[in-house]
């Protein structure tokens, strides 16, 4: 079946870095991605939704400024975490579609903190 | 009326039972639907696609109520391995995109 792979699936990190996740779909052409978020025991909020070539939209309250997106290729997404504080420590998952009616296929996530 | 709309539950449910989760979506011209399965502080995982007849894979049954907005999981004889959070997904799709609407989820937790 459709695999995403999602990188790093840990990272820790000291606040004010960056951090990059990349989100590759291995093997089929995923135009969409999105980027989630889950803080414990909370349900998944989606942050934004990348299209490949084109800017990402972005969900109301996610700055985009911060979260940096870019879908440069059809299987390459990538997330930025710009200038990371503590509060930005949480579960960070990517989705892939591959088509217009397929069923998502996940990252296994990356869990962030920030010290 | 929230998007997608599930109950969160927990179901405490002794293992062998019958545990029904609804799911209800706002928007009729909603075109695909799905269930997913998330394990504590893992990713979600697709546990099946809903379509309008109605499927089933197993001990789990899925239905479509198109006329009443909702979709069902059914889970006969629960196992231990069956507790973990049910999410409802639903998507809308304009253009090449999909829009993504994940309900909050329900706790299930199977006892022995």
């Known amino acids: 079946g459709a695999v995403v792979s999602q990188h790093p699936s840990r990272v820790i990190c000291k606040s004010g870095t960056s951090v990059k996740i990349e989100c590759r779909s291995l093997?089929?052409?995923?135009?969409?991605m999105f980027w989630y978020r889950q803080f414990p025991k909370q349900s998944l909020m989606l942050m934004a939704t990348?299209?490949?070539?084109?800017?990402?939209?972005?969900e109301q309250g996610v700055e985009k400024d911060k979260f940096l997106i870019n879908h440069a290729s059809l299987t390459l997404s990538t997330l930025t975490v710009t200038s990371a504080h503590p509060e930005d420590s949480s579960f960070y998952i990517c989705?892939?579609?591959?088509?217009?009616?397929?069923?998502?296929?996940f990252g296994n996530g990356t869990r962030l903190t920030v010290t | 009326r929230k998007e997608v709309e599930q109950d969160p539950g927990p179901f405490n449910v002794p293992e062998g039972a019958t545990v029904a989760f609804n799911c209800t979506y706002s928007?009729?011209?909603?075109?695909?639907f799905f269930w997913y399965r998330q394990d504590c502080r893992k990713e979600p995982k697709l546990l099946m696609s809903?379509?309008?007849s109605g499927n089933e894979d197993g001990r789990f049954t899925a239905q479509l109520n198109r006329a009443s907005q909702y979709i069902s999981l059914l889970i006969r004889d629960s196992k231990l391995s069956d507790s973990a959070t049910y999410l409802c997904?639903?998507?809308?799709?304009?253009?090449?995109?999909?829009?993504?609407?994940f309900g909050k989820g329900t706790k299930l937790s199977v006892k022995p």
């Open positions: 928007n009729s011209a909603s075109q695909s």
């Open positions: 809903v379509y309008s």
């Open positions: 093997d089929f052409q995923a135009t969409t």
């Open positions: 997904v639903v998507m809308n799709y304009g253009g090449s995109q999909g829009n993504l609407i």
């Open positions: 990348s299209n490949e070539g084109s800017k990402a939209t972005y």
């Open positions: 989705s892939a579609l591959d088509s217009s009616t397929s069923p998502l296929h």
